[in-house]
Every structure is written in C-alpha cells, then in structure tokens.
T-cell receptor, first 115, second 114 residues
C-alpha cells in the first residue's frame, strides 16, 4: 500500500498570506490528524477528521482550520500567516482512530516558511 | 489536558551499549503509548507501542515498559548500532491517537558513538 502523502513538500509565504496544505491518507484509512512540528514546541496536535467531521481540535487559534473530503483526503488551511507559523506540518492517518489504540502513520510533512 | 515529559533531551552512548529513554504522563485515562523515531529530514516512524493492559513489550532490540501506577513508560534499546542515531519521541493518548490526538514528549536526540 502507498503511504501517507502530503503536498506540497515545501512552501514559502509572506506574513498575512494564507496557505492550504493537502494530505492523502493510506488507502482505507478514514481518520486524518494534523500536527505542527517546531524546534521549540515539538510536535503539537492541531485537529483530527473522520468521515468529513472534525472530532477534536488542539490548542491553536481559529486561523488554523481544516476539512476532509468523502475520499478521506484532508486539507488544512492557515489564514493571515505569522512568522511563528513557520514549521513542519505533518499529517497522520489511521483506520478509524477511536478507542482501540489505532496506530497512526505519518506523511513526509510540508515545510512552511513564513517571511 | 495530557502532558508528557521526556528525558533526557540528548543521550550519547557507545555503539553496542544500551540506551534508555524515559517518559511520564499526567492523565491516568491515557491508554496508548507509542514511540516514534525521526531521522533528520524524515517523517516520524512508529517503532513500538504499548497499550495500558500490558506492562512490557519487546521487538528484537527494542523494548518498552509501562508503569501505570507511576504513570511512566520507558524505551530500551539494546546493542545500539549507528543507524539507531535519531530523535525519539514518546507519546500518550486516551483514544489511541485518533479523536483526541497524540500528546508528544519533546524528544530525545540519541547519538551512537562509534
């Protein structure tokens, strides 16, 4: 099976712009989670989608949003970019992501640089 | 919410020796504890995980132990090899990382000295 894929792999934006990142989960996986990775804060949970519904959200401002499509592909959007949004954005997929300890598989990430 | 502390932040060991990384968690409801290895410029890769209904799990040179009473879990790597050099992250979650997400430790940079 193909692994989790993310596009684009690299992005450079300027402050105030908005950006959309895409994630395609492993075939058959219905849960997609997004994480932000920075040297200072490490890996932080952004949100999780299952069957096109956001089930939970981490402690990030409303500028961070996402959605999931009927084929389980997911996008996340960051509006009004700030310098501090520069990070590696990782998505992870799992079968259903509910109680039962579903293993999460990570994509390669999108590295976003905000100038 | 859940808080995961990981120690040490950097660990240097001689090739062939053992390495131990320790994590503590705060939420007693957490029931799933994976460990991820991330090499420079690459994605985190799951290396081993443990559920709260077991105390120890082993996979070749890698083992994880869980003490639910003390709310801590540890990663043990024996007979370390150069390819073990990477950053290792522990994590905890209640639902298995789906709806509630994984809470990660800050990571341990493991350096294997030849």
């Amino acid at each position: 099976k193909a692994g989790v894929t993310q596009t684009p792999r690299y992005l450079i934006k300027t402050r105030g712009q908005q950006v959309t990142l895409s994630c395609s989960p492993i075939s058959g996986h219905r849960s997609v989670s997004w994480y932000q990775q920075t040297p200072g804060q490490g890996l932080q949970f952004l949100f999780e989608y299952f069957s096109e519904t956001q089930r939970n959200k981490g402690n990030f401002p409303g500028r961070f949003s996402g959605r999931q499509f009927s084929n389980s592909r997911s996008e996340m959007n960051v509006s009004t970019l700030e310098l501090g949004d520069s990070a590696l954005y990782l998505c992870a997929s799992s079968l259903v992501g509910l109680a039962g300890s579903e293993t999460q598989y990570f994509g390669p990430g999108t590295r976003l640089l905000v100038l | 919410g859940e808080n995961v502390e990981q120690h040490p932040s950097t660990l240097s060991v001689q090739e062939g020796d053992s390495a131990v990384i320790k994590c503590t968690y705060s939420d007693s409801a957490s029931n799933y504890f994976p460990w991820y290895k991330q090499e420079l410029g690459k994605r985190p890769q799951l290396i081993i995980d443990i559920r709260s209904n077991v105390g120890e799990k082993k996979d070749q040179r890698i083992a994880v132990t869980l003490n639910k009473t003390a709310k801590h879990f540890s990663l043990h790597i024996t007979e370390t090899q150069p390819e073990d050099s990477a950053v290792y992250f522990c994590a905890a979650s209640i639902s298995g990382g789906g709806a509630d997400g994984l809470t990660f430790g800050k990571g341990t940079h493991l350096i294997i000295q030849p």
